[in-house]
């Protein structure tokens, strides 16, 4: 219904929006790669829609992103940040990551692509390695806490205060009990972050 829309170029979600404060980390390791002892690799884990990287602008470098055709029923994929693509040995397009997303065990995931790193966690730390999963190959033990917690990315040419009111219209029209929080435009998020960091700097400015 969203894409519908003409003011909405591309529409995302995802388990944990940047610059949220909020984590989702899992071990995981390259299929048939040795680890040492008590080596644990742990990488971010991004659950997201196939609108989600276009919405945020985020380029896949090296082989394909995620499509409708990414379903329960097709063979698992997951993209990788350029950040885990570089520390860690044989992880690359065509490999086979193990992660351990549920409470069965580590499940095996098809390396589909790799896409440029972003900054989720703090704008000015180096980008963590992160997995990205298809929503529609979440396992079975994630569903209920992503059906309660999403957050959704909207490329839009409309006004952000207007938009929303039209977001929460078409979500209730799906789902009338559904709580909305949160809502506001990307600048306004990166303003937040970097706002105590200014005004600390502003003080410092001052008193020298």
Do not use: C
Not at 3 to 20: C, F, K
Not at 76 to 96: F, Q, Y
Not at 130 to 147: E, F, K, N, S, W
Not at 161 to 177: E, G, K, M, N, S
């Amino acid at each position: 219904r969203l894409r519908q829309s003409p003011d909405v170029a591309h529409v995302g979600m995802i388990n944990v929006a940047p610059l949220s404060g909020l984590l989702a980390a899992v071990p995981f390791s390259v299929e048939g790669a040795a680890l040492e002892a008590g080596e644990r690799a742990m990488a971010n884990l991004r659950v997201v829609s196939p609108g989600y990287l276009p919405a945020l602008e985020a380029p896949v470098i090296e082989g394909r992103g995620f499509t409708e055709n990414d379903r329960a029923d097709t063979p698992a994929v997951a993209l990788i940040s350029e950040t885990l693509a570089r520390t860690t040995p044989d992880a690359r397009v065509g490999k086979r990551l193990l992660i351990n997303d549920n409470n069965d065990g580590p499940r095996a995931v098809q390396i589909v692509g790799v896409i440029r790193d972003m900054r989720h966690t703090a704008l000015d730390q180096p980008p963590a390695p992160d997995i990205y999963l298809p929503l529609r190959q979440t396992h079975r033990d994630r569903v209920a806490a992503l059906a309660t917690n999403q957050f959704w990315v909207i490329k839009t040419t409309a006004d952000p205060a207007a938009f929303a009111r039209t977001f929460v219209a078409q979500l209730r029209a799906v789902d009338a009990d559904a709580a909305v929080s949160g809502q506001r435009a990307m600048r306004q998020t990166f303003d937040a972050w970097l706002g105590p960091r200014r005004f600390t700097l502003s003080l410092l400015g001052a008193f020298a």
